[in-house]
């Protein structure tokens, strides 16, 4: 059974820093990518960063210099270290594991940045 375990949200001051992780369990394809998405309140999912197997990163513009993704591939979890947050950052984000044919998502996690 696969599963993603999601960690580190929580509520924050701007300017604050949290760091999330993500651990999987269960998968047997290979895993291509590891990233997370984001949910704000009346917002669509969007990608906020991803790590791509060699270590290529991918990061959305409004978050590039303040986020870092990286991944450890021995515990196939990937991590993202946001700081300098705003209270735009404030969203459900959630974990995402690429395979070759598909993708399997974490429950997401709650960030609240406080102005």
């Known amino acids: 059974q696969v599963q993603l375990v999601e960690s580190g949200g929580g509520l924050v001051q701007a300017g604050g820093s949290l760091r999330l992780s993500c651990a999987a369990s269960g998968i047997r394809s290979r895993i291509n990518a590891m990233g997370w998405y984001r949910r704000a309140p009346g917002k669509q999912r969007e990608l906020v960063a991803r790590?791509?197997?060699?270590?290529?990163?991918n990061y959305a513009d409004s978050v590039k210099g303040r986020f870092t993704v990286s991944r450890d591939n021995a515990k196939n979890t990937v991590y993202l270290q946001m700081n300098s947050l705003k209270p735009e950052d404030t969203a459900v984000y959630y974990c995402?594991?690429?395979?070759?044919?598909?993708?399997?998502w974490g429950q997401g996690t709650q960030v609240t940045v406080s102005s």
């Open positions: 995402n594991v690429l395979i070759i044919w598909g993708d399997y």
């Open positions: 790590i791509l197997n060699g270590g290529d990163t």
